[in-house]
């Protein structure tokens, strides 16, 4: 199942996806919450007719870096033995067709398509073989990056965190499963239509179930946390007036333009 998050006429509800050809998708709006059990009502509005939201509002983001190696050495990194952890807040999250303010401190945004895990229920200290259980399903993300910031400040909380760095959607694939990311699914990134990056979750370093393991020894994740697993090589510059486009097969797309902050 696709579930969207969006408004109409000033209301905001969760919907079914239905459909395949994009101009003919419909949104059967769901009773209730998909953190919970739920019914589709059978009321249904056509996709075109409504604002696509953020298909979830986190508590918060938990980013993992450098999980790809060919990524790691094209910035001229290291590696990390183990995941390695940032944290992008709230504030940063904007949905499918949002813009992205180019941030007022920063001369070098880059673009880092991720697949996300958006978890499904409260929990912590979850073993290995329980993963599949506390996950709703998958999303895709953008990783926007101050790069310059980055590697000025050598920590990461103004660089990744900024208001709009963390776009999200255009929904959450439930049916996606963790077999299927292992053996590796693609994560494309286009700029303008061109293509920047190209890979596959199987070259992530540490697996779905290794992230999450990982984070929920430290700390309780929530319904709606969302956890980005990394980004494949390719990261490249964003301008004013660009539209950068994350695809994941077997997901959709997510797209957004970068404007001038202000």
């Avoid at 969207?4 to 209730?32: C, H, Q, T, Y």
């Avoid at 009502?41 to 190696?69: C, D, H």
């Avoid at 430290?218 to 660009?242: E, Q, R, Y």
């Amino acid at each position: 199942m696709r579930i969207a998050r969006f408004s109409i006429d000033g209301n905001v509800a969760f919907g079914a996806v239905e459909g395949e050809k994009p101009d003919e998708l419909v949104l059967d709006i769901i009773k209730g919450i998909p953190f919970a059990d739920f019914e589709l009502s059978g009321t249904k509005v056509p996709l075109s007719k409504v604002r696509l939201l953020p298909p979830v509002l986190p508590n918060k983001v938990v980013a993992f870096g450098r999980n790809y190696a060919e990524h790691a050495k094209e910035l001229g990194n290291e590696v990390p033995d183990a995941p390695f952890a940032f944290f992008k807040p709230s504030t940063s999250v904007i949905g499918p067709g949002d813009e992205i303010q180019y941030p007022s401190f920063s001369s070098e945004l880059h673009h880092e398509a991720e697949l996300a895990v958006v978890i499904g229920r409260m929990c912590r200290e979850v073993p290995r073989e329980r993963v599949k259980d506390v996950i709703l399903g998958y999303t895709c993300a953008n990783d926007v990056t101050a790069r310059d910031v980055q590697k000025r400040e050598k920590q990461w909380a103004r660089a990744k965190g900024f208001d709009n760095s963390c776009p999200l959607g255009p929904w959450v694939e439930t049916d996606l499963d963790l077999a299927a990311i292992a053996e590796g699914i693609t994560i494309q990134c286009t700029v303008n239509g061109a293509q920047r990056q190209l890979g596959r979750t199987s070259e992530m370093i540490h697996s779905v179930e290794d992230l999450i393991v990982n984070i929920t020894e430290a700390m309780t994740l929530l319904p709606g946390d969302v956890i980005l697993t990394g980004t494949p090589a390719g990261v490249g510059p964003l301008n004013v007036g660009d539209e950068v486009a994350v695809t994941i097969e077997g997901i959709g797309t997510l797209t957004n333009k970068v404007i001038k902050r202000g």
